[in-house]
């Protein structure tokens, strides 16, 4: 099937630093996401962009979709230790279905 | 309150046992879905159901299955045919399916770790 190829794996950065990850595909998506997802809960929905080429913002989050609308990238600045989690890009597919990236394990040290 | 819930948030089960995982959401969604995670992994669409009496296989469906005789219960069997049972099985729901362009938000609920013995 389609693969999302999610970059870093991991990242432990200081709090205060600005972190940056992104998603790579074969393949053109309609949508893209970004998702949190806490230790032993369900992911949360932070970020969904619907245009090639769109820069949407929430709070300390910013993420593009990419104008060739195969990659997407995410942005967090000035960290906070509530930021740990684990991060997931995700593609939409016909219909409702999701494609998703492996994650961004996101460790901050206070 | 209104969302999701799985229930056991975790469970045992012994080799060759099949074991159903629980979903329900008062949401009043048409939509919902069954996903895998494992170690280190994205999701993995395992069932989806975008009505009441309809589901659809995924893309890892083998040595699952699921029903869906109410609107807000999405039950998911884990049987004996699954080579590799262990994993964290996530639940979520849409308010509907959608459109080829159009994306409804997939809400998730808490998840249920089943460790197979």
């Known amino acids: 099937g389609q693969q999302l190829n999610q970059s870093p794996q991991s990242m432990f950065i200081q709090e205060g630093e600005d972190v940056s990850m992104n998603c790579t595909s074969s393949?053109?998506?309609?949508?893209w996401l970004w998702y949190k997802q806490d230790p032993g809960e369900g992911p949360v929905l932070l970020i969904a962009?619907?245009?090639?080429?769109e820069l949407t913002s929430n709070g300390r989050l910013t993420a593009q979709f990419g104008i060739t609308r195969k990659d997407s990238f995410l942005n967090i600045s000035a960290s906070i230790p509530s930021d740990v989690g684990i991060y997931f890009c995700a593609g939409q597919r016909a219909g409702n279905m999701l494609t998703f990236g492996g994650g961004t394990r996101l460790m901050v040290k206070p | 309150d209104g969302g999701i819930t799985q229930s056991p948030k975790y469970l045992f089960r012994k080799e060759g046992q099949n074991v159903t995982l629980s979903c329900e959401q008062n949401l009043n969604h048409d939509a919902m879905y069954w996903y895998r995670q494992d170690p280190g992994q994205g999701l993995r669409l395992i069932y989806y159901?975008?009505?009441?009496?309809?589901?659809q296989k995924g893309d890892i469906a083998e040595g699952y299955s699921v029903s869906r005789e109410k609107k807000e219960s999405f039950p998911l069997t884990v049987t004996s045919a699954q080579k590799n049972p262990t994993a964290f099985y996530l639940c979520?729901?849409?308010?509907?399916?959608?459109?080829?362009?159009?994306?409804?938000?997939?809400?998730f609920g808490p998840g249920t770790r089943l460790t197979v013995l």
């Open positions: 979520a729901s849409s308010i509907s399916f959608g459109a080829v362009l159009s994306y409804n938000e997939q809400f």
């Open positions: 962009l619907y245009k090639a080429g």
């Open positions: 159901s975008q009505i009441v009496n309809d589901f």
């Open positions: 393949s053109i998506f309609n949508t």
